[in-house]
């Protein structure tokens, strides 16, 4: 998440406006890669093992990965338990605080998935000498179970009678899976809320091929209301690319749209100036903001969106093809390398490396949303993530590794366990996965010249 760096960023190629003051969000963190070459809650969806603190909270997490291509395939009908499109819900992380007995907020778990071993509420809570082993109570019938011991029943005041865990919130875990994309959202292990947020959808182009939309949007912790301005931002801009799409509006203009679309759903967020003087861009003091990365798969196309540091990776099937970096980040290293003012080195050993020149909010300077289009031949998966997977997995071939390699087939189970990579690395700040496979279908039998 954002941390305020002092410093100015010249505006490089491919970074249509980095402004040139100090960001007062510095933003995650940020290394250079080549360019290119709203969920619903899931009962029970999470992670078991891996990272300390995170080995009961939730059932354990498996392994899967898809790519761009020449012929659509039918969009598969979406799994009942989420509408297209819909930005909502999840099963939440425990939170941090608990009540009573002395025992971490996620138990910690080894790295299979499984929950952690032992009678689940057993620390801090006593025993009979070990001559008469307790069982686990059974929670009152019309009581919420807890998400952190499966034993007990929240009570009235949000927290569990048997453990003392306190209520997840909503955002805390978040997946939607609609068979053609899935997306994952999890708070990760240190910060207080999830301020990411994510919208997954798909839709038909007027030829009645499917189109399949994922949007993934990070808060900017140092300005106010982050949660609010990713939530709005990622349902604004998957709203414009519903509405566009099946109209014809072709896909890289579409997203242009729905990238703008966003930053006006937050610049609304922001208060009134006082007064009610109208204030120039970049004027609003700490107005919500946030960053965006979006990618749409129509027909044969893959065309992505951005602003900020939040990513977009090509992994194809076939490991022995190149996995890509589709976006560039907006941040003060990037640009300067880009500007030629720095090496990659010394522009990432620098403290104001990680400073994002680029997001959506009222406080923002000139809004240049970045657009690219392409034409994969050969199958793979598309992922869009925030920073809090990528820090975990900075370069493309760390990615390709963590990527499983059947996320064409279990895109859910992909994002689960990209999000578990993150968590064992330390889940620092909060994650989100969107994992859109792209198939290509084989040439016609003699399309080589060949019988």
């Not at 491919?14 to 080549?34: K, L, Q, T, V």
């Not at 392409?374 to 992922?383: I, K, L, Q």
């Not at 925030?386 to 760390?398: F, H, I, M, Q």
């Not at 996320?407 to 330390?426: F, K």
């Amino acid at each position: 998440m954002p941390s305020a760096v002092p410093g100015g960023a010249p505006s490089g190629p491919g970074y249509g406006s980095g402004h040139p003051g100090a960001d007062p969000h510095g933003h995650g963190s940020a290394y250079p890669g080549a360019p290119a070459t709203a969920p619903v809650s899931v009962p029970g969806g999470g992670y078991g093992g891996g990272g300390p603190g995170h080995g009961a909270a939730y059932p354990g997490h498996g392994s899967a990965a898809p790519v761009p291509g020449a012929a659509p395939t039918p969009v598969p009908t979406p799994v009942p338990t989420a509408a297209a499109g819909s930005t909502g819900g999840g099963v939440p992380a425990p939170d941090p605080g608990h009540r009573t007995g002395g025992q971490p907020a996620y138990p910690s778990g080894g790295s299979g998935g499984t929950p952690a071993a032992g009678s689940p509420g057993s620390a801090g809570h006593g025993g009979s000498g070990g001559d008469f082993p307790l069982a686990p109570p059974v929670p009152p019938a019309g009581g919420g179970v807890c998400a952190a011991c499966r034993a007990g029943r929240v009570g009235a005041d949000g927290y569990c009678e048997n453990c003392g865990h306190a209520k997840p919130r909503e955002r805390d875990h978040q997946e939607l899976e609609l068979g053609s994309v899935a997306a994952v959202s999890d708070r990760g292990l240190r910060h207080h809320r999830n301020e990411d947020a994510f919208a997954v959808s798909a839709t038909a182009l007027p030829d009645g091929s499917p189109a399949v939309i994922a949007v993934v949007c990070d808060g900017v912790s140092s300005a106010t209301r982050p949660d609010e301005a990713s939530q709005a931002a990622a349902e604004a801009a998957n709203a414009v690319l519903l509405a566009a799409l099946p109209r014809g509006t072709h896909p890289e203009r579409a997203m242009r749209e729905a990238v703008v679309a966003a930053a006006a759903a937050v610049d609304a967020l922001a208060p009134d100036p006082p007064g009610g003087e109208p204030q120039e861009a970049g004027q609003q003091l700490n107005a919500p903001a946030c960053t965006i990365a979006a990618a749409v798969r129509a027909g044969g196309l893959l065309v992505v969106g951005w602003v900020g540091d939040s990513r977009v990776y090509w992994v194809p099937d076939d490991r022995s093809q190149r996995t890509a970096r589709l976006t560039e980040d907006d941040s003060w290293a990037a640009q300067m390398v880009a500007a030629g003012l720095m090496g990659k080195a010394e522009a990432y050993a620098d403290e104001r490396a990680h400073a994002i020149t680029g997001w959506l909010g009222a406080d923002a300077y000139d809004l240049e949303p970045h657009t690219a289009s392409f034409v994969p031949d050969h199958p793979g998966a598309v992922v869009v993530c925030t920073d809090g997977l990528w820090n975990y997995a900075e370069d493309v071939t760390e990615m390709a590794r963590a990527v499983p390699p059947d996320a064409a087939a279990r895109p859910l189970h992909s994002a689960r366990l990209l999000v578990g990579h993150a968590l064992d690395g330390g889940g620092h700040d909060n994650i989100t996965v969107a994992v859109l496979p792209f198939p290509v279908a084989p040439p016609p039998e003699g399309a080589d010249g060949r019988p």
